[in-house]
Nanobody, 126 residues
Framework: QEQLVESGGGSVQSGGSLRLSCATSGLTRSTRAMAWFRQAPGKEREGVAAVNNGGTTRVADSLKGRFTISRDNAKNTLYLQINILKPEDTAMYYC????????????????????WGQGTQVTVSS
């Protein structure tokens, strides 16, 4: 069974840091890219950052400087480092994988991704 399992979320104070992890298992199809998304209550799912098989990364323009995506292929794990957390970062954070080929920029739109985790909640208090 193909699975993405997120962990590392929690409740933190503004200015703090978190590192989210996404462990992959049972993937029978090759993934071309992996990404982090987030969704706050009442808002659309937002692409945060993505990385392709070559290690090239892309971070949403509005989040550059505080969010870093990385992957450890030996551990089959994707990471998202979030620094200087703000209350507006409060959301459910999801890990996703794309199995189809793509060209150009690594996609940050949710509909490009076909395998999803259940999410990990991040809550930032002021």
């Amino acid at each position: 069974q193909e699975q993405l399992v997120e962990s590392g979320g929690g409740s933190v104070q503004s200015g703090g840091s978190l590192r989210l992890s996404c462990a992959t298992s049972g993937l029978t199809r090759s993934t071309r890219a992996m990404a982090w998304f987030r969704q706050a209550p009442g808002k659309e799912r937002e692409g945060v950052a993505a990385v392709n098989n070559g290690g090239t990364t892309r971070v949403a323009d509005s989040l550059k400087g505080r969010f870093t995506i990385s992957r450890d292929n030996a551990k089959n794990t994707l990471y998202l480092q979030i620094n200087i957390l703000k209350p507006e970062d409060t959301a459910m954070y999801y890990c996703a994988a794309r199995t189809g080929a793509f060209s150009g920029l690594i996609p940050l739109a949710a509909h490009y991704y076909d395998i999803w985790g259940q999410g990990t909640q991040v809550t930032v208090s002021s």
